[in-house]
């Protein structure tokens, strides 16, 4: 058990309640006896007393008695400065949300790439080296999620697991949910979408864009998506399922249906006719929020990463509630 601490609230956590922001950083808190902490003042904000539903600001120092549970969730949010000042075993050990002996399951924050490239010098494949077993093997990348998208990310402990779970992705055996949260509302609450898509070179670097059929060199993409909830008309929460697994296919998809993910660099474009929600970071919304896969060891290996800080603060503004979006599978 350790002291009493005095955590400074970073610029990500900005409008978050004071309760989910203990669920983050001490998951093992129950909400009565953080209610009890917070009557008896153990728990301060700015030396002051609060009640659970004050929400936090930037900078804001919390005072955090004695408790009797794990600080830090695994896989807990990570802000852009801990990707530049954390060191690689460091970083590894806050992404993991899963481990056994033959799999790791990381929650990638936005930000870091999964493997190295031009101008690339920090990427999760790199940091796998800290990791390397005491018999020289080490871990392997399975899968691939963007460099702006956060989330679930499966690495393999062993040649012959990677081997499986590698199949496993490309058999369409495995079930990932994104979640994202897009310009407008869609007209249908759930559909599918297929199309083309092929890659094209701009200044800006490789973008992907909806092909005719028979195009050369284009992939046939499919995704399905359903709303979770809107935010006035103007925002629409969605849960999004890659059937296949095309590069930036759901960031694609959903700019070709009309409403595109808030923040994505490449493919939002600002519009004069609409007001650019006040309040929410203008990075990528979009989460790899869940995984289903066959284990290696037989049985299937399910896993959810939390949200991402700049999510997190977009949530708490607008109101959306996480557990929504998990009901449907409890």
Do not use: C
Not at 70 to 89: E, F, H, M, R, T
């Amino acid at each position: 058990m350790a002291g009493i601490e005095h955590i400074k609230v970073e610029a990500e956590e900005a409008g978050m309640r004071l309760d989910r922001w203990f669920k983050i950083h001490y998951p093992g808190l129950g909400f009565g006896p953080l209610q009890k902490l917070l009557r008896s003042g153990q728990v301060r904000v700015d030396g002051g007393r609060v009640k659970t539903d004050a929400r936090v600001e930037a900078g804001q120092t919390v005072r955090v008695p004695p408790l009797d549970v794990d600080a830090k969730v695994k896989g807990g949010p990570i802000s852009s400065s801990d990707l530049k000042n954390s060191d690689d075993v460091e970083l590894l050990k806050r992404m993991l949300l899963h481990e056994d002996e033959k799999v790791f399951v990381f929650n990638k924050p936005a930000g870091i790439a999964v493997q190295g490239g031009s101008g690339v010098n920090r990427h999760i494949d790199g940091l796998l080296e800290a990791w390397t077993s005491s018999k020289g093997e080490k871990p392997r990348l399975v899968h691939r999620i963007d460099r702006d998208t956060s989330g679930v990310l499966v690495v393999a402990r062993t040649r012959g697991a990677a081997q499986k779970l590698t199949a496993a992705f490309r058999e369409r055996d495995t079930k990932k949910t994104y979640w994202s949260l897009v310009k407008g509302v869609p007209r249908k609450h759930s559909d599918k979408i297929s199309s083309w898509l092929v890659k094209e070179q701009t200044p800006d670097g490789d973008r992907m864009r909806i092909a005719k059929h028979g195009e050369e060199g284009a992939d046939h993409a499919v995704s399905y998506y359903r709303v979770i909830d809107t935010a006035a008309q103007n925002l629409a929460w969605l849960e999004m399922e890659p059937y296949t697994g095309r590069t930036h296919q759901l960031r694609v998809h959903a700019l070709h249906m009309g409403h595109p993910i808030i923040g994505d660099p490449k493919y939002y474009v600002e519009d004069p006719n609409w007001d650019f929600p006040g309040g929410i970071q203008k990075r990528l919304h979009l989460h790899a929020r869940r995984i289903d896969i066959p284990h290696p060891s037989g049985g299937r290996l399910r896993v959810t990463a939390p949200l991402p800080p700049h999510m997190v603060q977009s949530w708490n503004l607008l109101g959306l509630d996480v557990a929504d979006g998990d009901r449907d599978d409890e």
